[in-house]
């Protein structure tokens, strides 16, 4: 069975700073790792993905997150984090039949 | 192009009632998943339609709980008999296939409160 975790609750950041969003796997068979973000009374929103190949993986919105393999984490960061960045970030990973299981999420606060 | 869309976006109903959800995917998504998000329980799995074959019932909480798809589209989520603990946010996703690692895109959600 896949399961991720997100250690942190809630980031805080000030605007312009870089941020990280953490987040841990354990996984059988090859990693898949996702980061999905929503926005007040909305849907999730696709971020990015690790399927194979680059352990750098680049998204939306300037995101990225790092695949490290040894310490079994796909944390999610941005160089220089906006106010409009303040959302709920969910790390998730695919069952079979890709039915996803997701982390606790973590909420992201940027302030001016 | 259209997205994922889900109706009603709110629903407030009466317990012991029974409410129907509605999912419509992007076109030619074969897939179709169900999600809850609760305060308690996070965002979990309810289950899966991929083409025509038999869902993946395997996340539904209880009896009281049944989806369909018809025509390989439209999915319905049915709740019987609703109870306070059912009160949560249900979205909906869509993706090409059900092959690990594909990418599932979301609905906005439909937001059930049960009183």
């Known amino acids: 069975a896949q399961s991720v975790a997100q250690p942190e609750d809630q980031v805080n950041v000030a605007e312009g700073n870089p941020l990280t969003v953490k987040c841990t796997y354990s996984?059988?068979?090859?990693?898949?790792l996702f980061w999905y973000v929503q926005y007040p009374n909305r849907g999730l929103q696709f971020l990015l993905k690790?399927?194979?190949?680059?352990?750098l993986v680049k998204g939306s919105y300037g995101f990225e997150a790092e695949f490290n393999k040894s310490q079994t984490s796909f944390h999610l960061k941005k160089p220089s984090a906006l106010v409009s960045d303040s959302a709920l970030y969910f790390c998730a990973a695919p069952n079979a039949g890709n039915m996803l299981t997701f982390g606790g999420g973590t909420r992201l606060m940027v302030k001016p | 192009g259209a997205g994922v869309s889900q109706s009603p976006s709110n629903k407030v109903t009466e317990k012991g009632k029974d409410v129907e959800l509605r999912c419509d995917p992007i076109?030619?998504?074969?897939?179709l998943y169900w999600y809850r998000q609760s305060l308690g329980q996070g965002l979990e799995f309810l289950i899966y339609f991929q083409g025509n074959s038999a869902p993946d019932k395997s996340g539904l909480p209880s009896d009281r709980f049944s989806a369909e798809r018809t025509g390989g589209s439209v999915s319905t989520l049915t709740i019987q008999r609703t109870q306070q603990e059912d009160s949560a946010v249900y979205l909906c996703?869509?993706?090409?296939?059900?092959?690990?690692?594909?990418?599932?895109?979301f609905g906005p959600g439909t937001r059930l409160l049960v009183l």
């Open positions: 690790y399927i194979t190949g680059d352990n």
């Open positions: 996984v059988s068979g090859n990693p898949y």
């Open positions: 996703a869509s993706s090409t296939q059900t092959a690990r690692g594909e990418t599932q895109y």
């Open positions: 076109s030619g998504h074969t897939a």
